[in-house]
């Protein structure tokens, strides 16, 4: 058997690590302008939209807006908060928010700790139970027989009692107090006498941050947006949220008759397609503010959560 002389091999190994470091710059370049130009086109529409709002309605009417607002003005948001509903929406909606994502994180802890427990009896049953109701519903009519027997129609309630649960982030729950909290600590905690329910207070909570303020992302945005329930189940307009307030601002200021002006027509149809942007930055601004706060343990928590089904 012949011997390869060592510098041979040396040389070999020089090229291929040559080679190497030459393909990782070459895929480091490439995926960083795709990830450039994939930023760009989803920047560019938010962009576009926040600069339309402060514009004025004629320049956004014919088309002048295309990164920066043109002929600077507050019209579109001063149309907005001209409506007095906005300011009982905005109360309304903050309500749903808060009281909805704290009965929403109470609700997934209760559900998602016990069937994360592998020593809970019965515990593949009722995750199966759980996600069938992912998959199969009563459909709109029975629920609405339903909350009507219960007399929720028309009350607060409609909004935060058949949201309070979502199976979805009940499972993501689970899989991350199932990776996160070893049965190892549980166990050392009943020894010392420590009950479950003190037990997630004390230890799950403060190990389960990144989690919570996943969940809490999730609840909350669901709730700012939150239409559908309130469009079925609620007619006082003292108990709309925000977003069936806008949707009627929207509705009154759309151009649908026939109007002789043109000067007019085009007036209308400027202040309409202003109305539709600053309508987006209103119902949208609190949430893009608060959501850099909880960037890093929303992207923690979603990988963590997702690693098992």
């Avoid at 576009?48 to 920066?68: D, E, H, N, R």
Wanted: positive net charge.
């Amino acid at each position: 058997m012949t011997k390869v002389p060592t510098s041979q091999i040396s040389d070999v190994q020089k090229k291929q690590k040559i080679q190497r470091s030459l393909n990782d710059r070459v895929f480091t370049v490439v995926n960083d302008f795709l990830l450039l130009l994939f930023f760009l086109i989803v920047l560019y529409p938010l962009i576009y939209i926040l600069s339309s709002s402060f514009s004025s309605p004629k320049a956004v009417s014919t088309g002048q807006v295309f990164l920066w607002p043109v002929d600077l003005s507050l019209r579109g948001f001063e149309a907005v908060f001209e409506y007095k509903a906005v300011v009982s929406g905005f109360a309304n909606t903050i309500f749903y928010t808060l009281v909805g994502t704290c009965i929403n994180i109470v609700m997934t802890l209760m559900a998602g700790y016990p069937l994360s427990r592998r020593t809970m009896p019965g515990r593949r049953v009722l995750m199966f139970l759980f996600t069938f109701t992912m998959i199969f519903s009563g459909g709109l009519i029975p629920s609405y027989l339903l909350i009507s027997s219960m007399g929720m129609i028309n009350t607060r309630a409609v909004m935060l009692i058949p949201v309070a649960l979502n199976v979805y982030n009940v499972i993501i729950c689970r899989t991350f107090l199932e990776n996160t909290i070893p049965e190892e600590l549980v166990e050392a905690a009943q020894i010392d006498g420590c009950s479950h329910i003190r037990f997630v207070i004390q230890m799950v909570l403060p190990l389960s941050k990144a989690i919570l303020a996943v969940l809490v992302l999730y609840y909350a945005l669901g709730h700012w947006n939150a239409y559908f329930q309130a469009f079925i189940y609620l007619t006082d307009r003292n108990k709309f949220p925000l977003q069936i307030i806008l949707r009627d601002i929207l509705v009154l200021n759309s151009v649908s008759d026939i109007i002789a002006d043109p000067q007019l027509y085009k007036a209308r149809q400027g202040m309409a397609d202003l109305l539709k942007y600053s309508l987006i930055v209103v119902s949208s601004a609190p949430f893009m503010i608060a959501y850099p706060f909880v960037a890093k343990h929303f992207v923690k928590g979603v990988m963590i959560g997702s690693v098992k089904g």
